[in-house]
């Protein structure tokens, strides 16, 4: 088991080389000569080569392929082109908002999908499951985006019921911080619950089939406890996987949601790059959520002997 | 005497038109005594309204991209005007008879903007679907096949994956300038590696079946294995992974542009013109909503006709989800 974790560990330094080599190409190929910048619009090309030299940019890439991973494994995300800050401290500021709308969006997602996903199940090729297949079709559909203006629109500006924009930090209550991240964990679990449900109903129909199931039903327990004691233990498995999988799409989505609702966190940050060139940031963000991206994905692997203890390693 | 190649050819494979028709009974299912009344084959309906009947699916989401794309296709003929046509005199026109779907900040049609739009989100679901396929199709069929390279190219492939789609393809607009050629690179690249794995999962269960090994015995070599024996049998599930990446390419394209890393202000795409919108969509919502109706019901069509043709190819899947 030990060696299995230790192995599952080391798998993931080569993804995250190729992340990590992906993202210093970016800068590499990126236009715009960083010795020019500096050097201002007076130097002579001697000027710009020695200030080249001072900076390391006329060495090999792998070298500086291999200084710049070094930077990296000691937390050092470079310094952002247009602020001059380091990248790690302007990641560090919006991250509150970023994790706070994404871990809320994660368990409202799970709550709701898991359930829908078993009850679309039980009821196979009803009008329930129909119903409820149908809404992961529109919710795969309809971008994160337009379901964000459409409940903005119902529930803040028509309804008056949440604030329309903005975020409050954790520390300024809950009440307050949960308000402001409802209407956002809403548009963006959307396309993950959709995910989820399909997921869930199609491992608990294979489940279901079992003998164990019949056994069960025959002894005499109750529809609940079958569905959700003694199916969903055998259907996890897949379902903890797509939950892991889906972690992309939530990553990609709260950008665009923080955009939408005018959350200052990551997202907001990745647009100003973008907009900035700041290469150093988008560089940062990239790799930053690549690594959690990775992280969870291991963790999910790790919990497969806890989920079903058939899986020995 | 049973030469090798009959077992080939009657080799129930999963891919193969046979299956996917429905109508077709397999032989085995032919000599099995006293079919339960269930299995015995209905007579199908014919014709064009038939087909609709068994999937709908395919039917009411290929309805809809006809529409979307006779909209793209004929957009000057319908009642537009130039869509970059600016008018500050007449901007933010709430929708009426004059102006369909109201004016933007800068007074241009939104009605013509949309209908314009579709051009873009078509164009870049349509390329991204049939670039990444091709570089998706030739990556897994090498690493699918070659297994010295498979160690190599999949490791690629993991890491680019672990990098969240949205996220690859606004590092990559960011090396360049926005136009709808680099928006189609950026999303194809970023699309690579999901279709990539998913052809050569589809290969290495195929190099396992009875008819490879037949093909192997009678002599083919490799290069006429992978494209008489393999390739066709891959096309199936790629043209449904096709329609997602379509679907998801419309989306990412609207995001990119929405954000503002992806086609220029001068394009009118439905990303842009919800950019636009965004700072007035509190008091002009409609400038939003036009645009993303549009979106979403493209995107809707896309997956309904993925989904149905996944139904209708690949019957086995359609039971699982």
Redesign the interface.
Known sequence: MLTYIIRRILATIPVMAVVALFVFSLLYIAPGDPAAVIAGDQATPDDVARIRASLGLDRPFLIRFGEWSWQILHGDLGTSIFTNLPVAAMIAVPIEPTLSLMAVTLAFAVLVAVPIGVVAAWQADTLIDRAIMAFAVLGFSVPVFVIGYVLAYVFALQLDWLPVQGYTPFAEGVAPWIEHLILPALALGCVYIALIARTTRAAMLEVLQQDYIRTARAKGIGQAGLLFVHALKNAAVPIVTVIGIGMALLIGGAVVTETVFAIPGIGRLTVDAILRRDYPVIQGVVLLFSFVYVVVNLAVDLTYTVLDPRIRY | MNPPPVTAATAPDAFSPATAAGGATLPSLAVAPDLPDLLRPVAPRRGLIGFAWRHPAIAIGGALMLAMLLIALFAPFLGTVDPTALAPARRTREPSSAFWFGTDMLGRDIYSRVLYGARVSLTVGFSVAILASVAGLSIGLVAGFMRWADGIVM??M???M???????A???????RGSVGNVITAITFAEIPRVSRLVRSVVLSLREQPFVDAAVAAGTRTPMIILRHILPNTLAPMTVQATYVC?SAM?VE??LS????GTPPTVPSWGNI?AEG?AL??VK?YI??FP??F??VT??A???LG?GLRDALDPRMA???
């Open positions: 490791r690629v993991d890491g680019l672990s990098i969240p789609p949205i996220l690859l606004v590092a990559l607009m960011a090396l360049t679907a989306i609207a995001i929405f954000i503002g890393a919800m965004r969509w509190q919502p939003v909503f993303a109706a979106l979403s995107v809707l896309v997956n309904l989904d039971k699982r989800l």
